[in-house]
T-cell receptor, first 111, second 115 residues
Framework: GNSVTQMEGPVTLSEEAFLTINCTYT??????LFWYVQYPGEGLQLLLK?????DKGSNKGFEATYRKETTSFHLEKGSVQVSDSAVYFC??????????FGQGTRLTINP | GAVVSQHPSWVICKSGTSVKIECRSL??????MFWYRQFPKQSLMLMAT?????????EQGVEKDKFLINHASLTLSTLTVTSAHPEDSSFYIC???????????FGPGTRLTVL
């Protein structure tokens, strides 16, 4: 079945630093890929998604490019803010089907 | 996208009692919903798939008689934690599966504390 490997955390950065959180996957075909974010004490929110190869998903300054040649969907942001502190989940290749999440990456941004 | 609500947002109960958590899809009908459990500082664990009009499908290791799921309508699924114990304390999150958007939409979660 489909699976995902996500960079382990926790990750601690200073404000305005560059962020990369790695995510690689295995899948049959070329499914949609997702990044979810969970702020402290809250449920999950969709951060961004890409529906086909070479697509770039973007939202709130975050970007991720669906790269089928490396089966990766790394999350990047050029200048992080304190408000970006959260847990980030790269969701396995899926759509509306059952999702089995990886461990998540806890990000802390210090002022 | 879809808006998903959960009620209550938090609940505290005594050991041995049962607690019901509701998950509602406010603007779409959903034949499929999912229930997840999350321990502090850990990832989400899928507990079961809730199917409207039929029995839920439970993941391996999840006790069906402990976590009762009812999906009686296209907008409501309920999770009942029966005879709750302190180890059932957790953050429970539901999601709605919508083929139209080819993605899932998550509720805000319910924090259960069993004393």
């Amino acid at each position: 079945g489909n699976s995902v490997t996500q960079m382990e955390g926790p990750v601690t950065l200073s404000e305005e630093a560059f962020l990369t959180i790695n995510c690689t996957y295995t899948a049959t075909g070329y499914p949609s890929l997702f990044w979810y974010v969970q702020y402290p004490g809250e449920g999950l929110q969709l951060l961004l998604k890409a529906t086909k190869a070479d697509d770039k998903g973007s939202n709130k300054g975050f970007e991720a490019t669906y790269r089928k040649e490396t089966t990766s969907f790394h999350l990047e942001k050029g200048s992080v803010q304190v408000s970006d502190s959260a847990v980030y989940f790269c969701a396995p290749p899926s759509g509306a089907q059952k999702l089995v999440f990886g461990q998540g990456t806890r990000l802390t941004i210090n002022p | 996208g879809a808006v998903v609500s959960q009620h209550p947002s938090w609940v505290i109960c005594k050991s041995g009692t049962s607690v019901k958590i509701e998950c509602r899809s406010l603007d779409f009908q959903a034949t499929t919903m999912f229930w997840y459990r999350q321990f502090p500082k850990q990832s989400l664990m899928l507990m079961a798939t809730s199917n409207e009009g039929s029995k839920a499908t439970y993941e391996q290791g999840v006790e069906k008689d402990k976590f009762l799921i009812n999906h009686a309508s296209l907008t409501l699924s309920t999770l009942t934690v029966t005879s709750a114990h302190p180890e059932d304390s957790s953050f429970y999150i539901c999601s709605v599966s919508l083929q139209l958007y080819n993605e899932q939409f998550f509720g805000p979660g319910t924090r259960l504390t069993v004393l």
